[in-house]
T-cell receptor
Framework: DAKTTQPTSMDCAEGRAANLPCNHS???????VYWYRQIHSQGPQYIIH?????ETNEMASLIITEDRKSSTLILPHATLRDTAVYYC????????????WGAGTKLIIKP | NAGVMQNPRHLVRRRGQEARLRCSPM?????VYWYRQLPEEGLKFMVY????????ESGMPKERFSAEFPKEGPSILRIQQVVRGDSAAYFC??????????FGDGTRLSIL
């Protein structure tokens, strides 16, 4: 079973920041938080990952709470093309396989 | 763009036939993973391979399914004697060691 909990769906206005929460209260010290998204009929796309520090790349920012029990993915200026299902996954980086996928959050960007 | 390439994108088979799904990893990646996705569900891990070795096949059904990643050529997921329940999207991912997995666009298998 997935070790994360995410809202089933969210809406966001185009041009605004989209903040997607994820709870992972049972995360262990070796486990990283990964975010992927899947646009309809395509393969999952890697977005970002982190251990305990906040991370930023060209796609998004990842904010991890100090106790590491939850995190937030931030898309700073959402566009219509960001409409997708977003998956938050925790994985022991030493186990280089078995991404365990939950149901994700369906994010709809509205014009 | 040397992303993960999967073919065919769509595959139709009749019950009892064999299905062969191919995956060419990203350049420089020697780790390959196969996942299966049913409609409206998340992906389910099937198997993890490195060149010529199966590392973990715990998610793969014991019968009719097999996977290989030969020294030369793509990784192959083979399903023998397909049944209607095998209808799904099959995704391949690749990575370097301990790096994020990158996915192809999948093969959608339909069983008539």
């Amino acid at each position: 079973d997935a070790k994360t909990t995410q809202p089933t769906s969210m809406d966001c206005a185009e041009g605004r920041a989209a903040n997607l929460p994820c709870n992972h209260s049972t995360i262990s010290g070796n486990e990283y938080v990964y975010w992927y998204r899947q646009i309809h009929s395509q393969g999952p796309q890697y977005i970002i990952h982190g251990l305990k520090n906040n991370e930023t790349n060209e796609m998004a920012s990842l904010i991890i709470t100090e106790d590491r029990k939850s995190s937030t993915l931030i898309l700073p200026h959402a566009t219509l093309r960001d409409t997708a299902v977003y998956y938050c996954i925790v994985r022991d980086r030493g186990s280089n396989y078995q991404l365990i996928w939950g149901a994700g959050t369906k994010l709809i960007i509205k014009p | 763009n040397a992303g993960v390439m999967q073919n065919p994108r769509h595959l139709v088979r009749r019950r009892g036939q064999e299905a062969r799904l191919r995956c060419s990893p990203m350049k420089g990646h020697s780790h390959v993973y196969w996942y299966r996705q049913l409609p409206e569900e998340g992906l389910k891990f099937m198997v993890y391979l490195q060149k010529e070795n199966i590392i973990d096949e715990s998610g793969m059904p014991k019968e009719r399914f097999s996977a290989e990643f030969p020294k030369e050529g793509p990784s192959i997921l083979r399903i023998q004697q397909v049944v209607r329940g095998d209808s799904a999207a099959y995704f391949c991912a690749s990575s370097e060691y301990n790096q994020p997995q990158h996915f192809g666009d999948g093969t959608r298998l339909s069983i008539l």
